[in-house]
């Protein structure tokens, strides 16, 4: 059996990519068949050429997968749509809505505008989350920060967020605790 190179990708569309996943994926799900097959044999009695064969069959399907990721990779990103500016970050799954939540609302120091004195006016919110243990239990612990602005000179004051415990984490520092403990000192109790 003998590996298809790829065409030059570039040059398909999206049709035809559709088509060279499927077909990639057939033969990814037939060479894992025929390598599980070939492995059982090797179970009931250990035979050199058939462990050739299951090494070259492994192989080859490694090649095929990753061969299958990169056409994948052409079709959700096709050259023409990609912004070489752009600072994409993959999106993040909200927190359960079930938890329990507890709203901490921050508010900036100033009464009124650093710049001119004038009085400030609420115009938004930034909302950030980060996930806490409390023994036995879960809840998701708001940081609100409202957002005031200037009347005058429209300048925009806000609280300073609150320090996390991992930059950008969800997670909060009694929960790092309980997975700390949970996997390097409960195993040592026994």
Do not use: W
Not at 131 to 157: D, Q, S, T
């Amino acid at each position: 059996m003998e590996v298809d190179t790829l065409p030059y990708l570039d040059r398909l569309d999206n049709e035809a990519l559709k088509a060279l996943v499927v077909e990639q994926t057939q033969q990814v799900e037939h060479l894992k068949l025929v390598v599980e097959k070939l492995r059982r044999m090797i179970f009931g009695a250990k035979s050199e050429r058939a462990v050739i064969q299951v090494e070259q069959f492994e192989l080859q399907l490694e090649e095929t997968e990753t061969e299958q990721a990169v056409a994948e990779e052409e079709i959700e990103v096709p050259a023409s749509e990609t912004k070489p500016d752009s600072k994409s970050r993959p999106s993040r799954k909200p927190l359960p809505a079930h938890l329990p939540r507890e709203v901490v609302t921050h508010h900036p120091d100033q009464d009124c505008c650093p710049d001119c004195g004038d009085e400030l006016r609420n115009f938004g919110e930034d909302v950030a989350e980060i996930l806490e243990y409390i023994p036995a239990n879960f809840k998701v612990i708001r940081h609100v920060r409202l957002k005031f602005a200037c009347k005058k000179c429209e300048r925009v004051v806000e609280a300073p967020a609150p320090s996390r415990t991992i930059e950008r984490g969800l997670a909060g520092p009694g929960l790092l605790a309980h997975v700390l403990v949970a996997k390097y000192a409960d195993h040592c109790v026994r």
